[in-house]
């Protein structure tokens, strides 16, 4: 046997190199598992890490060993934290092998779940793969006819023999195994298989074989949104296995354990009511939700089988692929489908808050538009989205509108918005997590004591079972039970005043998180200026110029005018129960010709070949005369029959319509949209010169302008051959017909709450999708952007042949300017105050090419214009990304996305879109806004006015309890039950009564509790309270009548002799030790002390209406002061025994008198004078870190006192320099302030790659 020392190097060299070769595999297999780590859902706002493990037998044993000897409190605490759960009974293992998958999700909430693999047996690994169609069938581009072949092979096209899938759900997805991207993995829908809008045509559009869709429902279930409603015993489970129930069931053991019924059974109660009520909230809750989803979810449909077999079916039955008819009388969509038959109008109000009917039309067939792949978003003009309820469809006669069904279940656009309130995620509020750290300080507080008390009755041998629970007991002291009862209560009566000024909540915890907001986003249209559009007048164009403006269009001398015609064409509307619906700018438009729509009915359809088209005309005679810009005709008439519509994109800014005059061969195509998209497709000779002038002298003054088109088509084109024409075709080289200028005016309240909120340093940006020089009038408007400050338009391109993707900076011209020398006006534009003008376009541009400038621009953007919905939404989390608290404010069109992602999104509308926002406001201004602010404000005050002073009434009490176990002795049955319900319980439920402030102040409430003003109150009230009590437990016992007392004791130096023997007689011998001098002493200071401390900490202004207004809070201090200082001075026998104090001399109540008022005296002094007068002044609001000029309407002195508190001390302890500010906003903007090279001048363009302007 070799010894160490007897192996030469090369030997020692071999033997490593061995171990390396044995232990490589081990160490891979091991390095193979902890990188076992995959992410599904990747690139998803839900995106997951997933690993797998399978279960581990002797793991389990030992958690089942653990659990039986904590007595189920191991099995408590793996099920609050899956990942130890999960990590505790199993094994690492690949994702193809694993029984149990652990999720985590990549946002900054990481939260933990674990899932369950379950295997299916399917006839084929994937819905849309048939690996033996090729026999029966030919492919085309990966898309397989399937519908093609016989009913009876169809089963031929399956696998002979099943194969198994593992599969695994979370949160109503399911995910299944594919063995290629050794990944699990969600399927869609019909969007999976990639097809162009053409290749939809070809093989999707005859339906799905019997067998065929059996198979599909396999992967894609039910097609329901199925929201369960639990049963009371399951949520009674979930609701009591809450850590905060737990706490409280294992105090009442304890409670009970000491024989202290009374406090157990009032805790007790208080639970049962304060479950009864969370569970019948949280059961309303699912059953509304179940009610508004149910509501039409099932429904019996005409599904194809084939190009001319049709069978009724069960909307639940549906899968991607199935084509379903729609009725003429219209039905509520069980599903998203793809209409590739026909047309519908189409209420999509439960998506996008608009009543307005919407027409969708066919999917285009041929063209440039057929060739592109079919995405949801960018085709939903001719998608029809589940829970939309289509009103009336057009069809050919003979024939029916069909759609083939592209999502199921919660992949739809409605089941996507269930399952983001079914699965909300958590709200990230800094409050919420320093109560979690300050509950952790009292745990440790309560730690100290705990090992305090047991050393100290160890020494004094105490009998075990007594140190135990005495031990215990001052846990459950340290950590009051009503503590987060306590603290809702704020928020509750702060819901219930919003519900009186109009404002609803469905998520009351984000009413604290209104309280921080320091940016706001404001939709326009319907926001911050009136939902609807005047015509203020028309500007018609004549050989390449322009006109003079014309109030209105309805004149005799316009009725056979190309312009008139276009503006009776071309829109969108529909008859409804014989009303005219739609657009509110085309019903404006329509009403302004004075002319009449008529529509086919369905007898009138039946008896032609083709589709009937819907009429306009005048309503007066045929009047003669052509209008001179007229295209010749040899009939006059007026009526016009619109014969095919593109309907309005928001993509391409514009709409038109294919129209005959009746009489007449030939059609003309009308145009109608932007006017920069209109000129663009206009013959050059046809814009006038002046038509960028003109555009923007009216956009500058905030109307709103649509420009109108015609082109004249080749007579040659016949009916059926438009209908399949591409818009491509249609709109091109036509003729400007001029302007229409709309006026849209601003809301009587919207300058007045945008002055309060600026006023308040909370920043106001408008995000709206209208035109940039429109919103940047209406900015100047409305005081969003002051008369003198300029405005920079960055106009950012992207990339071009050879040239990267370039920014360039525009300089407006102030409206209030005066013409003057250049150089001067170029110099005062440079010293004025600026705000960044951003449209869609330049955003998305930014976001890709420029990312390092998108916080410096966002930090001093005013306008967004032109922004799409997803941009809405994106430009929110780019704002969250910089630090801002950020509100958004919509009508709830288009705005649903932005509303759910903000921290607090405010709703005017009360359509079902708004279920999607946190809070909904009946008034359809602006004005709930300040409003919600400010009950935000105080609501999150109030939060931390009742957590001081919970935390507080646990100190106060654990010093009581402390001091007296030094004497082995304790606080009395009805001492607790006096002080924890009489007084606690009183006290913190009206000292949350104060309403909000009237107005907005600068000053913003911190919204940390680890912050330097309410750490300094906390402790310093603390260490007044300690004080206090440690003066009378040892004054007391320095008195000359003071003795060990006993039944027999009479301090009182009266005769009571009475009095003694009746308590003698009647009172055995206290063994718990609880009538003694310094109880009666503590009680008495420490009751005085709860009283005080709830007064100190329940202040006013200026974010709460001040106390004395808060009449029951008023009255409780009264009372409890009054009987307080009526036992202390008028002691009763009666309440003496009940509440187990004892007699004491006149002269020491009379001291514990004056040892109160000095305790209150020192307790408003530090909290007035020293806190919010000498250390706020000059502490907190003078340290460094002063705001900068330019982001005063941004600054937050309140969120930076920490900061410059913890500066100030530093500097001069330490004479270290002064922190820089935290928020990145605020970090951003003394950047720039510096740089002397920002903004970029207006001659400079700005390359992608580049770090600075060239």
Known sequence: MLVPHQLNPQNHRKCVTLLQYIMRPLCSDRMKMREEVKIINRGLEDEMEVWGYQPCLWKRILVAVGAVCSCGLLLLLLYWLPEWGVKSTCTPTPLKDAHTLLLRTTDEFRQWFRSRVHVMLARGRKPFEDPDLQQKAHQVDGNQKVCSVKEEDHGKFLFSEPVKIHFFSHHSVTYYWNDEMQNFEFYQGLEDVKSSCAQIHSYHSSGLCKSLQDFRRVFFGENEIAVRVPSLFKLLIKEVLNPFYIFQLFSVILWSAESYYYYAAAIVFMSVISIMTSLYTIKKQYVMLHDMVAAHSVLRVSVCRGNKDMEQAMSTELVPGDVIVIPANGMMMPCDAILFHGNCVVNESMLTGESVPVTKTSLPSSGLEAAEIYNMEEHKRHTLFCGTHVIQTRFYAGEVVKAVVVRTGFSTEKGQLVRSILYPKPTDFKLYRDAYLFLLCLVGVAGIGFIYTIVLSIMSQVPAKTIIIESLDIITITVPPALPAAMTAGIVYAQRRLKRVGIFCISPQRINMCGQLNLVCFDKTGTLTEDGLDLWGVQRAHGGSFGPPESGASGESLLNSSFVACMATCHSLTKIEGELSGDPLDLKMFAATGWVLEEPTEEETALHNQLMPTVVRPPKPILTGVDPNSPPARDVSCELGIVHQFPFSSALQRMSVVVRRLGQKHMDAYLKGAPEVVASLCKVHSVPQSFTQ??????????????????????????????????????????????????????????????????????????TGDNMLTAISVARDCGMVHAHERIIIVDAAPPK?????????????????????????????????????????????????????????????????????????????????????????????????????????????????????????????????????????????????????????????YTSVILLYWILSNLGDFQFLFIDVVIILIIAFTMSLNPAWKELVRRRPPSSLISGPLLCSVLMQILTCLLF????????QQQSWYETWTPESDACNISRHSLSQSVNTTSPHDHKNIRNYENTSLFYVSSFQYLVVAIVFSKGKPFRQPSYRNWPFMLSCAALYAFLLFILLHPVPAIDRFLEIVCVPREWRLTLLAIVVGNAAVSLLMEILILDVCLWRLVFRGGGGSCTPTEAPSADPAQEANDRWASALLSRLFRQRNKPPKGRYRHLALELQEDAEWPPKSSIVTYAGDHSPS
């Not at 249609?730 to 009587?748: C, W």
């Not at 009590?1029 to 007391?1036: N, R, S």
């Open 694 to 767: 003109t555009l923007e002298s009216y956009t500058r003054q905030g109307f709103r302008v649509i420009a109108l088109a015609h082109r004249q088509l080749e007579s040659k084109l016949s009916w059926h051959k438009v209908q399949s024409l591409s818009r491509d075709l249609i709109e091109t080289n036509m003729d400007f017909l001029g302007l229409i200028i709309m006026q849209n005016k601003i809301k009587p309240e919207t300058a007045g709450v945008l002055h309060d909120l600026q006023r308040a340093n909370i920043r106001t940006l408008m995000v």
């Open 1029 to 1036: 009590q440690v003066l009378v437990f040892t004054l007391v």
């Open 801 to 957: 042949d050879s040239l990267p993707a370039s920014i360039r900076w525009n300089y407006t011209d102030n409206p209030l300017q005066a013409d003057g020398e250049n150089q001067t006006a170029e110099i005062a534009m440079e010293e004025a105050p600026y705000h960044f003008a951003l449209s869609g376009r330049a955003f998305a541009v930014v976001v890709e090419f420029f990312p390092q400038l998108m916080h410096k621009l966002a930090l001093k953007t005013t306008v967004f214009a032109r922004m799409a919905p997803e941009q809405k939404t994106q430009l929110v989390e780019v704002l969250q990304s910089m630090d801002y608290i950020v509100g958004m404010c919509g009508d709830g069109a288009n705005d649903c996305g932005a509303l759910k992602r903000a921290h607090s999104g405010i709703s005017l509308s009360e359509l079902e879109a708004s279920v999607a926002s946190p809070f909904t406001s009946s008034t359809s201004n602006i004005s709930c806004v300040p409003n919600l602010i400010r009950e935000g404000r105080a609501a999150l005050i109030t939060s931390f006015c009742v957590f001081k002073f919970m935390a507080l009434y646990s100190i106060i009490q």
